[in-house]
């Protein structure tokens, strides 16, 4: 009687145990709608929603630079319907801010969806065509050139301060209230250097309204082949690229945050979803959880020490 019992339980407990995901899955936005962010966790939703049977909402939480709706899904509880969006802004937030959560422990990577690299781009007007006459430029007239920015502690001012620190140079940070003031302001010649995102600079080089200097990345862009990366042309190992990746809440189940890696990476390996991609600017990346953990860990060490000696404050 009571093995016939337990066999009751143990069947009607495999008749109430439901494959995951068996309701929708949120996907938290730290960002407004219309951003790359977004963007990529709509296309990236709706592959998910098609492949898993449940509907993926993306729910956007902008606000304080990312960090409102990196705190929600770092709270959230760890059942593999709470997943986030982040941009490289994530590194350079937990470098910056004083956070209410720590974005290394409370957080797991699932996968990195792909990387758009920055290009230094200057008004025509700038007498240097490339890195190596820039270096020279701002050697010889230190403290004279000056870059903008998205704003103070951005990924461009940190791109600007890192080429400074290791090039040797001295250049003047000049911040505005978004990255569309700053692009005009360096179209319209009233600043002389910017880190664009390649695919926000690119109408403006091929019309010649800006002149690349050099890619920010390990290797050139499939956008702009002819363009050499900074790293090759003498700042060894500079790169600063913004990335995009999904994480979830710590506590997560390791078999949750597998299927979801799984999930992500098939979708990003098939060739309509690169060339999607692509469109936006962005290359396809699709890596380990591990792997994903190393790329935020590198950054964060590397803005944390550019925040440092650059003396960088955001409030």
């Given at each position: 009687?009571a093995l016939?019992a337990?066999?009751?339980?143990?069947v009607a407990?495999?008749?109430?145990?439901?494959p995951?995901?068996?309701?929708?899955?949120?996907l938290?936005v730290p960002?407004?709608p219309?951003g790359?962010?977004?963007?990529l966790a709509?296309?990236?939703?709706?592959?998910l929603?098609?492949?898993m049977?449940?509907?993926?909402?993306?729910d956007?939480?902008?606000?304080?630079?990312?960090?409102?709706?990196v705190e929600?899904?770092?709270k959230?509880?760890?059942?593999?319907?709470?997943?986030?969006m982040?941009?490289?802004s994530y590194a350079?937030n937990?470098?910056?801010?004083k956070l209410?959560?720590d974005?290394v422990k409370?957080?797991?990577?699932?996968?990195?969806?792909?990387?758009?690299p920055?290009?230094?781009?200057?008004h025509?007007?700038?007498?240097?065509?490339?890195v190596?006459?820039l270096?020279?430029?701002?050697r010889a007239?230190p403290?004279?050139?000056?870059?903008?920015?998205?704003?103070?502690?951005s990924?461009?001012h940190?791109a600007?301060?890192?080429l400074?620190?290791?090039?040797?140079?001295?250049?003047?940070h000049?911040?505005y209230?978004?990255?569309?003031?700053a692009l005009?302001?360096?179209?319209a010649?009233?600043?002389?250097?910017?880190f664009s995102t390649v695919?926000?600079?690119?109408?403006?080089i091929?019309?010649?309204?800006?002149?690349?200097?050099?890619?920010?990345?390990l290797k050139r862009?499939?956008?702009?082949?002819?363009?050499?990366?900074i790293?090759?042309?003498?700042v060894?190992?500079f790169?600063?690229?913004n990335?995009?990746g999904?994480l979830?809440p710590?506590?997560?189940?390791?078999?949750?945050v597998?299927r979801?890696?799984?999930?992500?990476?098939?979708?990003l390996?098939s060739?309509?979803?690169?060339q999607?991609?692509?469109a936006?600017?962005a290359?396809?990346?699709?890596n380990?959880s591990a792997?994903f953990?190393?790329?935020i860990?590198?950054?964060?060490a590397?803005?944390?020490?550019?925040?440092?000696?650059a003396n960088?404050?955001?409030r």
């Amino acid at each position: 009687m009571a093995l016939g019992a337990i066999a009751l339980l143990v069947v009607a407990s495999q008749a109430g145990a439901q494959p995951y995901p068996n309701r929708p899955i949120r996907l938290i936005v730290p960002f407004a709608p219309g951003g790359g962010t977004d963007i990529l966790a709509r296309l990236i939703g709706q592959k998910l929603t098609e492949s898993m049977g449940q509907q993926v909402v993306v729910d956007n939480r902008p606000g304080a630079g990312g960090n409102i709706g990196v705190e929600l899904a770092a709270k959230a509880a760890g059942d593999g319907y709470t997943a986030l969006m982040v941009s490289a802004s994530y590194a350079v937030n937990a470098a910056t801010y004083k956070l209410n959560f720590d974005p290394v422990k409370d957080l797991a990577p699932v996968t990195q969806i792909a990387s758009v690299p920055f290009v230094l781009v200057s008004h025509p007007s700038l007498p240097a065509n490339n890195v190596k006459e820039l270096i020279e430029l701002a050697r010889a007239k230190p403290g004279q050139l000056n870059y903008a920015s998205s704003g103070n502690g951005s990924s461009p001012h940190l791109a600007g301060e890192l080429l400074a620190m290791m090039s040797n140079t001295k250049m003047v940070h000049v911040p505005y209230k978004g990255g569309l003031p700053a692009l005009n302001d360096v179209i319209a010649g009233q600043v002389q250097l910017l880190f664009s995102t390649v695919i926000q600079g690119l109408p403006f080089i091929k019309s010649g309204r800006l002149k690349p200097i050099g890619i920010a990345s390990l290797k050139r862009s499939a956008a702009l082949p002819q363009v050499a990366t900074i790293h090759e042309s003498g700042v060894t190992g500079f790169e600063v690229t913004n990335w995009f990746g999904v994480l979830v809440p710590r506590s997560t189940p390791g078999a949750i945050v597998g299927r979801l890696n799984a999930e992500i990476v098939k979708h990003l390996k098939s060739p309509d979803f690169a060339q999607r991609l692509a469109a936006e600017g962005a290359d396809p990346v699709g890596n380990s959880s591990a792997e994903f953990a190393t790329v935020i860990a590198e950054d964060i060490a590397k803005f944390t020490r550019v925040v440092k000696e650059a003396n960088i404050t955001v409030r």
